[in-house]
């Protein structure tokens, strides 16, 4: 199984982006169960936990993107998404999506730049 996140870039303060990650190679009896998370790392910080899914809908945000972030997932195609609306420069990192258990290996996430 590998974790393929896209949809990053370098954008302004105030626009959207929407990531998406796919969870290749896996079957969906394995992919549906799970609940999942989208997870942000910056220079030295730990990676945190931004935002989860559990189940078909039940969601939890960071406070620093609630409000502003949604996930959602699709489990027909094994995808997780993450819009982002309203960008500030502190959305700026790395975000990478896992299992909240973080069971799996980490893909190579994607490279989120919010200009000021």
């Known amino acids: 199984v590998r974790l393929v996140e896209s949809g990053g870039g370098l954008v302004q303060a105030g626009t959207s982006l929407r990531l998406s990650c796919v969870a290749s190679g896996m079957i969906t009896s394995v992919f549906n169960p799970n609940d999942w998370g989208w997870y942000r790392q910056t220079p030295g910080k730990q990676r945190e936990l931004v935002a989860s899914v559990a189940g078909p809908r039940s969601t939890n945000y960071a406070d620093s993107v609630e409000g502003r972030f949604t996930i959602s997932r699709d489990n027909a195609r094994k995808r997780i998404y993450l819009q982002m609306d309203n960008l500030e420069p502190e959305d700026t990192g790395v975000y990478y999506c896992?299992?909240?258990?973080?069971?799996?290996?980490w893909g190579q996430g994607t490279q989120v730049t919010v200009s000021g």
């Open positions: 896992n299992t909240l258990k973080e069971s799996l290996p």
